[in-house]
């Protein structure tokens, strides 16, 4: 079966109408996501911790006392 014309330009408008809608539901879920994410960050401060551990060897002793 082979395709004409008018048919192949209608196959042509459905692909393109396709990639078109995704193209702008994805774009726009994106900016609607980010514009929440800025308005709800607007009026909160953002902190960091830094935090070290330490841990002890008690089988090594320094026994040079450094002198102050």
Do not use: G, R, Y
């Not at 408008?13 to 980010?34: F, G, N």
């Amino acid at each position: 079966m082979k395709l004409t014309n008018e048919q192949w330009q209608k196959i042509i408008t459905a692909v393109c109408t396709c990639i078109t809608t995704i193209a702008a539901i994805i774009l726009s879920t994106a900016c609607t996501l980010s514009l929440s994410i800025s308005k709800n960050n607007s009026n909160s401060t953002q902190k960091t911790e830094q935090t070290s551990t330490s841990s002890v060897d008690s089988t090594h002793i320094n026994i040079n006392p450094k002198n102050f």
